[in-house]
């Protein structure tokens, strides 16, 4: 039996709900990338959109993208608001469903990938390492939980990405030009990090690197932003920060560190 919360009801609360089409894209782009290997072993494609939101077009749209890396991929969108699955169910087509729920992720089988987007940015800090764990335990062998958030049409996204064990990284991905120094990324940091930017907390090092690179980066600026960034990501990797993408990843506007360089002071995380 899937688990379930107290008295059998869904473990969470309802959120805003606001999203947009293509909203997702830049982690989705990460997914079938330099994860799709993830997918492609799974015993069981099943992949979980967790609390999709008022509208389930990003759900529709993991779906076909994750398509293109197994065709037969099974994405389940679960929303703990009736409302919002009676709506998607129209949309339900073979490998694409939908149903209520919460963070028990209420499925007989295991996911090899959740994706819970915008959703723990509207919970409390406190809140956020048991809902890690509660998902982490439902994962499949060799799985991966991505908490994120972004802006509202995916412009500047942040997530972290956790195994069965632990937290393994934040990644971050931008839009050129939609930004004057790397630092405004910070706030759209997920839940667990997007209030430690402040002084003395890893992240903070960590953004405040970034915009010295960025800015000694300048010379390159008639050369267009990608190069920028990429000489950005370089000394940032340079410099001894533990970088675990490469060119190919930052010509789109991605870094991704290891999540022990930015973990907050203190965290009991799992």
């Not at 393994?168 to 990324?185: A, T, Y």
């Not at 920028?228 to 991704?256: F, K, N």
Request: net charge positive; aromatic share 8%; hydrophobic share 40%.
């Amino acid at each position: 039996m899937a688990p379930k919360g107290r008295s059998g009801r869904p473990v969470g609360n309802v959120t805003r709900g606001t999203t947009n089409p293509n909203r997702m894209r830049r982690l989705d782009r990460w997914l079938t990338g330099p994860q799709a290997w993830r997918l492609r072993a799974a015993e069981d494609p099943l992949v979980v959109d967790l609390g999709y939101g008022a509208t389930p077009a990003t759900a529709v749209e993991l779906f076909d993208r994750l398509r293109t890396v197994r065709h037969d991929v099974r994405v389940c969108g679960i929303e703990i608001e009736p409302e919002r699955v009676r709506v998607a169910k129209a949309l339900e087509r073979p490998g694409l469903t939908f149903r209520v729920g919460g963070f028990e992720l209420p499925l007989a089988d295991r996911p090899v990938l959740v994706r819970a987007f915008n959703v723990l940015r509207q919970y409390e800090e406190a809140d956020v390492a048991g809902i890690w764990r509660l998902v982490q335990g439902r994962l499949a062998p060799g799985g991966l939980f991505i908490d994120g958030t972004c802006d509202e049409i995916g412009r500047r996204v942040t997530w972290v990405a956790l195994d069965a064990e632990r937290p393994l990284s934040l990644s971050m991905s931008v839009r050129f030009g939609s930004f004057d120094l790397p630092s405004e990324v910070a706030e759209r940091l997920p839940k667990v990090l997007i209030h430690r930017n402040v002084p003395g907390e890893p992240v903070h090092k960590l953004m405040q690197a970034m915009d010295r690179a960025w800015l000694e980066s300048a010379p390159l600026a008639p050369f267009g932003n990608r190069q920028r960034w990429h000489a950005m990501c370089r000394a940032l990797l340079d410099g001894g920060w533990p970088v675990q993408d490469g060119p190919s990843r930052w010509r789109l506007g991605e870094l991704t560190v290891d999540w022990a360089a930015v973990a907050p002071l203190g965290h009991q995380g799992p």
